[in-house]
């Protein structure tokens, strides 16, 4: 992959692959080698509904930790 994509979706299932195939340690070091800043990541997808967990590693829906 030579850069993120701009559609939330697909940014959101690359971000989260990347990190879960270990491609990354941290959205951190992701974001740097890809020339972004990981807080205008998380900012990006907020706007989308998404939030970064730092425990599981990976963008999920807002308010997934508080669903029954």
Not at 5 to 10: C, E, H, S
Not at 31 to 43: I, L, P, T
Request: hydrophobic letters at 35%; proline letters at 4%.
């Amino acid at each position: 992959m030579d850069f993120l994509p701009k559609d939330p979706a697909i940014l959101v299932s690359s971000v989260n692959m990347l990190l879960r195939d270990e491609e990354f340690d941290t959205l951190e070091s992701l974001c740097y080698s890809f020339n972004r800043e990981a807080q205008e990541v998380k900012d990006y997808l907020a706007q989308y509904g998404y939030v970064f967990s730092e425990s599981q590693k990976q963008f999920r829906p807002i308010g997934y930790d508080t669903a029954l």
